[in-house]
C-alpha cells in the first residue's frame, strides 16, 4: 500500500500539546517532536512506545532492545487546550497586528507555541 501524499498545511505543529483520541493510548497527551507531512503522522513524547532490537556499533552504541517512540496517524490526535482541559478543534484568528493566530474553537485562548 502506497503511502498517501498530504498536501497543505497540518492543524497541528511542531511543540504543540496533543492528546490521543483513538487508539492504543487513547486519552494520553503528549508533546509533538516531529509531524511528517509526506506520510501523514507524527511523533509525540513518550507516546506509541515500540521495542526495537538494535545491533551493537561500536563501543558508544552497545546493543539490546530499546524503547522508542513511533509515529501516529494525525487523524488520530488532537489539540489539547489547558484552559479547557480538553481535546479541542482549532480555529485562525487574525490578530490586531496583522498577524494570525491559531485559537481554541471552545474558549478562543491562544493555543499552541505561534
Same mark, same amino acid.
Given at each position: 500500500? *502506497?503511502?498517501?501524499?498530504?498536501?497543505?498545511?497540518?492543524?497541528?505543529?511542531?511543540?504543540?500539546?496533543?492528546?490521543?483520541?483513538?487508539?492504543?493510548?487513547?486519552?494520553?497527551?503528549?508533546?509533538?517532536?516531529?509531524?511528517?507531512? +509526506?506520510?501523514?503522522?507524527?511523533?509525540?513524547?513518550?507516546? #506509541?512506545?515500540?521495542?526495537?532490537?538494535?545491533?551493537?556499533?561500536? *563501543?558508544?552504541?552497545?546493543?539490546?532492545?530499546?524503547?522508542?517512540?513511533?509515529?501516529?496517524?494525525? +487523524? #488520530?490526535?488532537?489539540?489539547?487546550?489547558?484552559?479547557?482541559? *480538553?481535546?479541542?478543534?482549532?480555529?485562525?484568528?487574525?490578530?490586531?497586528?496583522?498577524?494570525?493566530?491559531?485559537?481554541?474553537?471552545?474558549?478562543?485562548?491562544?493555543?499552541? #507555541?505561534?
Amino acid at each position: 500500500m *502506497a503511502a498517501h501524499r498530504h498536501v497543505g498545511k497540518f492543524p497541528i505543529r511542531k511543540g504543540d500539546h496533543v492528546m490521543v483520541v483513538t487508539g492504543r493510548d487513547r486519552g494520553k497527551t503528549g508533546k509533538v517532536m516531529r509531524v511528517v507531512p +509526506s506520510t501523514g503522522k507524527l511523533l509525540v513524547e513518550r507516546l #506509541n512506545m515500540v521495542k526495537r532490537h538494535s545491533k551493537p556499533r561500536g *563501543a558508544q552504541s552497545p546493543g539490546g532492545i530499546i524503547e522508542k517512540e513511533a509515529p501516529i496517524q494525525i +487523524s #488520530n490526535v488532537m489539540i489539547f487546550c489547558d484552559r479547557c482541559n *480538553a481535546p479541542v478543534r482549532s480555529g485562525i484568528k487574525p490578530a490586531t497586528d496583522g498577524t494570525k493566530t491559531r485559537v481554541c474553537r471552545r474558549c478562543g485562548e491562544s493555543l499552541g #507555541n505561534d
